[in-house]
């Protein structure tokens, strides 16, 4: 019932930013700031990977390809994580979607794509 939106994702040179969003479309604010939100990419014919994620707490856990590229942050007023996205490279290219770990939710996902 929950939904995921992602938003932010399409084409970008390499070395260059995009800034994604993913916000909860429904309104549960006393259980949303409780989750783990976290980002998750797969590109075509490779597994789904973490890219990133953030606890409740604020602690944040990167994908050792991303670090010091990524940053993923969260705003429980809003119901949004949000995933910085700087010095892209091509091998960065996938379909990238935010989840929820405990309840098992995931956002519709948006494309990235990062040309040479």
């Known amino acids: 019932q929950v939904q995921l939106v992602e938003s932010g994702g399409g084409l970008a040179q390499a070395g260059g930013s995009l800034r994604l969003s993913c916000t909860a479309q429904r309104s549960i604010f006393s259980v949303f700031r409780d989750f783990d939100m976290a980002w998750y990419r797969q590109a075509p014919g490779k597994q789904r990977e973490l890219v990133a994620s953030?606890?409740?707490?604020?602690?944040?856990t990167y994908t050792d390809s991303v670090k010091g590229r990524f940053t993923i942050s969260r705003d429980n007023s809003r119901k949004s994580a949000v995933l910085r996205m700087n010095s892209l490279k091509p091998e960065d290219t996938a379909v990238y979607f935010c989840?929820?770990?405990?309840?098992?939710?995931w956002g519709q996902g948006t494309q990235v794509t990062v040309s040479s």
């Open positions: 989840h929820v770990p405990q309840r098992g939710w």
């Open positions: 953030i606890d409740s707490g604020g602690s944040t």
